[in-house]
């Protein structure tokens, strides 16, 4: 089981719709949790952090997390084009200094 | 700008011949980080550093030297490159406490 594990996708939402990334975790002891976007051939861009359970809204993201179920989500609103990336999740745990990707969610957004 | 440097963007050697990725930040952060991305795999991390001459290990550290002899600057040394090597490098660092890693715009290096 990877340590934290992401639908690689295509996942394909037409434009103004909201895209729903989601994203397992297999560390209880995991405390921080990142959602990083990258464009191909970019280098990964943080989008959001959350560090407790329940919803943090940041313009038209909001992140969510459950920590009794291990899992984090992205929500992304009116989705536009330029929101067509892949979005990596990233998990760590207080104790350690290794942040721990899956291996991304390729979002498409069509016009 | 706040930002992490990476250089060079693109390089091409051949097998064996050693090579240096430097990186830098003006941010006075504490921690840096080197991962390579490759198809499939992900983001892994080859090395980290907590401060200046403390480094550890990350996921993948085999072929691969760091040091941290000033703040900002966290090279990434290839003493005897391979194919197996040929991967997207990125540089990343971040301040102590909570926050995520600022990334680099990453170095793709081929090994022939």
């Known amino acids: 089981q990877k340590e934290v594990e992401q639908n690689s996708g295509p996942l394909s939402v037409p434009e103004g719709a909201i895209a729903s990334l989601n994203c397992t975790y297999s560390?209880?002891?995991?405390?921080?949790f990142f959602w990083y976007r990258q464009y191909s051939g970019k280098s990964p861009e943080l989008i959001m952090s959350?560090?407790?359970?329940g919803d943090k809204e940041d313009g038209r993201f909001t992140a969510q997390l459950n920590k009794a179920s291990q899992y984090v989500s992205l929500l992304i609103r009116d989705s536009q084009p330029s929101d067509s990336a892949t979005y990596l999740c990233?998990?760590?745990?207080?104790?350690?200094?290794?942040?721990?990707f899956g291996s991304g969610t390729r979002l498409l957004v069509r016009p | 700008e706040a930002q992490v440097t990476q250089n060079p963007r693109y390089l091409i050697t051949v097998t064996g011949k050693k090579l240096t990725v430097t990186c830098s930040q003006n941010?006075?952060?504490?921690?840096m980080s080197w991962y390579r991305q490759d198809p499939g795999l992900g983001l892994r991390q080859i090395y980290y550093?907590?401060?200046?001459?403390?480094?550890d290990k990350g996921d993948v550290p085999e072929g691969y030297k760091v040091s941290r002899k000033e703040k900002r600057n966290f090279p990434l040394i290839l003493e005897s490159p391979s194919p197996n090597q040929t991967s997207l490098y990125f540089c990343?660092?971040?301040?102590?406490?909570?926050?995520?890693?600022?990334f680099g715009s990453g170095t793709r290096l081929t090994v022939v």
């Open positions: 959350i560090y407790s359970n």
């Open positions: 990233a998990v760590k745990r207080d104790s350690s200094y290794k942040l721990i």
């Open positions: 990343a660092s971040r301040p102590t406490g909570v926050g995520g890693y600022t």
């Open positions: 550093s907590m401060n200046v001459e403390v480094t």
């Open positions: 941010m006075n952060h504490e921690y």
């Open positions: 560390d209880r002891g995991s405390q921080s």
